[in-house]
């Protein structure tokens, strides 16, 4: 299993991102994915998630309306898109797939949003 994140980088508040999480080894198509976050200082959180067929999601309640998570099951690609971005959105922005018991995750990507 293998999951790479992108397209983190520095934002304006109120400016937009969208992550990238390309996976490989395994079916995608039948495994739900989520996208976590962690601050400096702070533990690892949930902020969006995704049924295997993109049919259903879930959002963190700080960033519902702000951020979008979908998939495209031909790209073997999860994305997540972040739209008035604030300074508390600041973190490593990780992709994460459960596979029985086991959680696979990636090296993450670095979104900080200042002026």
């Known amino acids: 299993v293998q999951l790479v994140e992108s397209g983190g980088g520095l934002v304006q508040p109120g400016g937009s991102l969208r992550l990238s999480c390309a996976a490989s080894?395994?079916?995608?198509?039948?495994?739900?994915m989520s996208w976590y976050r962690q601050a400096p200082g702070k533990e690892r959180e949930l902020v969006a998630d995704i049924s295997s067929t993109g049919s259903s999601t879930t959002y963190k309640n700080s960033v519902m309306g702000r951020f979008t998570i979908s998939r495209d099951n031909v790209k073997n690609t999860v994305y997540l898109q972040m739209n008035s971005l604030k300074p508390e959105d600041t973190a490593v922005y990780y992709c994460?797939?459960?596979?029985?018991?086991?959680?696979?995750w990636g090296q993450g990507t670095q979104v900080t949003v200042s002026s």
């Open positions: 080894g395994f079916t995608f198509s039948s495994y739900g």
């Open positions: 994460k797939v459960v596979q029985g018991l086991s959680p696979w």
